[in-house]
């Protein structure tokens, strides 16, 4: 076959433009960090790149519902030791008052600082997270305690007994909620019973029966706290885990897209050396006048 000077410099231009996009590809991979820049660059890494960003994806989501997670059981529990420390000072309240050397002038002072722990109460019973109340099951705009019927409407209600969940990992879900409202009912209660006594002038024997009562009340305000405890710690566990997978899933996005900046740099330098070679041999093969022809 003949081989004329169209043939070498087609040849010879196509080599120098396929040269070109090499380096370029190069150059586009140094300059991003990433082997894969347009999924035509290498489909299998591009679908791989997709389904680890899908999960890390998956992991930032887990873990702002892990922090909602957290705000909610964290202020349940402080709720509860407010209570548990207004319960206290009840008590020792109360231990004053059915002492058989005070008077009713001590039991009526004792018993408004008691109405003010009642109605302390009754305000934290209607804590709330934004515009949700923490108390009242799944129905998180209706406070539990109304000032004009107390909890009376709201205890026979099944939505205030529901739990508020959320998922903090693929199929797991953790109750997050509390309700109280029956607890918080006895304590209203207890306070309610404490001033019909106090303001009927009953005598010690009978006020020091109520000291039953509240130790009753701290006892079940103990026990929920011990399961919301055991919910935060769960959390906590599920919290580790998550940070985990994030950090396994990154480091697998960057195995699999990330380039070794040594090998693409040592690749690139080759390259512009067999580039600027064939532009030399290029140089020989195009020649630009009749004279060269003739030699």
Known sequence: MRVTQSMLSGNMLRNLSNSYSKMGKLQEQVTTGKKVNRPSDDPVVAMK???YRTQLNNVEQFSRNIGEAYNWLDTTDDTFDKIGSALQ????LMVQASSDTSTSEDREKANSELQQLRQHVQNLANTKIGNSYIFSGTKTTTAPFDSQTGYTNNLNDPAFK???EIEVFDGINIQINTSPIETFNKIDQMFADIDTAISSGADASTLSSHLTTIDDNMDELLTTRADIGARQNRVELMDSRLQSQEVIATER??????IDYEKVITE????????RAALSVGARIIQPTLTDFLR
């Open 49 to 51: 790149g997709i389904n």
């Open 89 to 92: 000072r009840t008590k020792e």
């Open 162 to 164: 529901k739990s508020v």
């Open 253 to 258: 996005m960057s195995e699999n897209e990330d």
């Open 268 to 275: 690139m330098i080759t390259q512009e050396s067999i580039h």
